[in-house]
């Protein structure tokens, strides 16, 4: 059950586009379409902010987007705003039938 | 709306047991899976064991496999874990999910800590 890996953060630009990525092998993130992504602010619970790799829940910005390659997952966010600086995590479903966090991914808006 | 509230977590001794509930309200609970998450201080989130709808089926992280209890009571809308033999590297804050393939819908967390 090794975590699936993020970068330790990244940066951007009110209004730039950035692109957090994650990484995980052919038994998780690659073998399912169950990957999902979570923004958590300090001392919030985590939000869910897609699922089923591409899918947006209602009520989130369409400004976020998930895709799948292989075995790595991304988030894009366009149009950054101040409000998006928060951490954000990937999930996946796993062959176990368990499910693995990525490491987490720290986005600072400059 | 859809609510789930933890409760029952405190500060405990290693080695010694604690019990975590989780009421939820505002769907229909025994319809669903259900999850516990844990996210040490200052860390990362840490997936930590899910139950079926009915209760049927229960898997674990490796880290709490053996020590960690997850059950459910549909007749109370409740979700439970049972925390045994407890480390230190058990503090953490611990969050309940509604499962949808994914954690849609948390609690606000409850602390736990081993000291």
């Known amino acids: 059950q090794s975590a699936l890996t993020q970068p330790a953060s990244v940066s951007g630009s009110p209004g730039q586009s950035i692109t957090i990525s994650c990484t995980g092998t052919?038994?998780?993130?690659?073998?399912?379409?169950?990957v999902s992504w979570y923004q958590q602010h300090p001392g919030e619970a985590p939000k869910l902010m897609i699922y089923?790799?591409?899918n947006r829940p209602s009520g989130v910005s369409n400004r976020f987007s998930g895709s799948k390659s292989g075995n790595t997952a991304s988030l894009t966010i366009s149009g950054l705003q101040a409000e998006d600086e928060a951490d954000y995590y990937c999930?996946?479903?796993?062959?176990?039938?368990?499910?693995?966090f990525g490491g987490g991914t720290k986005l600072t808006v400059l | 709306q859809v609510q789930l509230v933890e409760s029952g977590g405190g500060v405990v001794q290693p080695g010694r047991s604690l019990r975590l509930s989780c009421a939820a309200s505002?769907?229909?609970?025994?319809?669903?899976?259900m999850h516990w998450v844990r996210q040490a201080p200052g860390k990362g989130l840490e997936w930590v064991a899910v139950?079926?709808?009915?209760?049927?089926?229960?898997y674990y992280a490796d880290s709490v496999k053996g020590r960690f209890t997850i059950s459910r009571d549909n007749s109370k809308n409740t979700l439970y874990l049972q925390m045994n033999s407890l480390r230190a590297e058990d503090t953490a804050v611990y969050y309940c999910?509604?499962?949808?393939?994914?954690?849609?819908?948390w609690g606000q967390g409850t602390m736990v800590t081993v000291s």
């Open positions: 089923d790799v591409i």
């Open positions: 999910a509604k499962d949808t393939m994914a954690f849609d819908t």
């Open positions: 505002g769907f229909t609970f025994s319809t669903y899976g």
């Open positions: 139950i079926s709808y009915d209760g049927s089926d229960k």
């Open positions: 052919s038994s998780d993130v690659g073998g399912y379409n169950y």
């Open positions: 999930n996946s479903y796993t062959s176990s039938s368990t499910r693995v």
